[in-house]
């Protein structure tokens, strides 16, 4: 059974810093995509940011490069969202999620429907 387990999230004022951590219980965690992506209120699931499976070209929404950095770390089976100079239209629930296809390209990584395997979410909320 798969499991995709967050942390990190919490409340921050508008300009401060949080770190999202992912952790994955995948034998093969090395082969698998990641994204992150996020839910505000009211809204659907949005992508946020992917990395593929070797660590190679992240990939990002418009509005939060220069802000988000993914990143990954194999031999630990997890996944980072630093998350830098927060906004208050970031605030939502962040969920990683696994990809176990082959396709690298923005289209293919931002797109939900690719993703196997989700994460219940950690809730992120900036003030103002």
């Known amino acids: 059974q798969v499991q995709l387990v967050e942390s990190g999230g919490g409340l921050v004022q508008a300009g401060g810093s949080l770190r999202l951590t992912c952790t994955a219980s995948?034998?093969?965690?090395?082969?698998?995509?990641m994204g992150w992506f996020r839910q505000a209120p009211g809204k659907g699931r949005e992508f946020v940011a992917a990395?593929?499976?070797?660590?190679?070209?992240?990939y990002y929404i418009d509005s939060v490069k220069g802000r988000f950095t993914i990143s990954r770390d194999n031999a630990k089976n997890t996944v980072y969202l630093q998350m830098d100079s927060l906004k208050p239209e970031d605030t939502a629930v962040y969920s990683c999620?696994?990809?176990?296809?082959?396709?690298?390209?923005?289209?293919?990584?931002?797109?939900?429907?690719?993703?196997?395997?989700w994460g219940q979410g950690t809730q992120v909320t900036v003030s103002s």
């Open positions: 995948i034998r093969t965690f090395s082969r698998v995509h």
């Open positions: 999620a696994a990809d176990l296809g082959y396709s690298i390209n923005y289209a293919y990584l931002s797109d939900l429907r690719t993703y196997d395997y």
């Open positions: 990395i593929s499976a070797g660590g190679g070209t992240p």
